[in-house]
């Protein structure tokens, strides 16, 4: 049993929290981030630290607790460190490269795919097979990778692809491989 709901959201000097009903917004160094939770949860603020309980001992309560801790502690950490997604392009002639804001990547294909990232991402190419995606929320980080890497997805024989960074990807053997 995960233990996860009970831990409380430690919330640094230089941010501040704000919640009315179940609105909630974090202001921090990078940005700001604000959130409709559920209306059943509980949040107190108490010097520096953010306690999130539920009223009853239901099972839908208790999933929404857990999901509630961890959503403001995503918005906490968010808006103090950050997030990054690291991919890699392996493939001969696979490249990614900047033009402007937009990320333009050359996979094989007769035409560059173009991705243009939203409000609070940020898109870096420090060499032409890697792609680091940034910004103070997990969850839009977390789909622009996801997004990027659909476009080419490691395949499993010969590994070419766009990958997570330290990814594993199982390779098949093949036909030859019988």
């Not at 839908?60 to 997030?83: C, Q, W």
């Not at 680091?132 to 997004?147: E, P, S």
């Not at 053997?173 to 019988?178: E, Q, V």
Request: with cysteine; aromatic share 6%.
């Amino acid at each position: 049993m995960s233990r996860t709901c009970k831990k409380p959201v430690a919330v640094p000097d230089n941010v501040q929290v704000q919640f009315k009903g179940n609105h909630i917004t974090v202001k921090g160094p990078k940005g700001e981030l604000s959130k409709e939770l559920h209306r059943d949860m509980i949040i107190e603020q108490e010097e520096g630290w953010l306690y999130v309980k539920r009223p009853t001992d239901k099972p839908e309560h208790r999933s929404l607790h857990g999901l509630t801790r961890t959503l403001i502690d995503n918005m906490v950490k968010g808006v103090t460190e950050g997030y990054t997604q690291s991919l890699e392009l392996v493939g001969v002639g696979y490249r990614a490269a900047m033009q402007g804001n937009n990320l333009v990547l050359n996979m094989g294909f007769a035409h560059p795919v173009v991705f243009e990232p939203q409000e609070n991402i940020e898109i870096e190419v420090p060499s032409p097979t890697k792609v680091i995606v940034k910004g103070i929320d997990k969850q839009q980080v977390g789909n622009l990778a996801a997004v990027i890497r659909r476009v080419y997805p490691p395949e499993p024989y010969k590994g070419k692809g766009i990958r997570y960074e330290n990814e594993n990807v199982r390779q098949k053997a093949g036909k030859a491989g019988k």
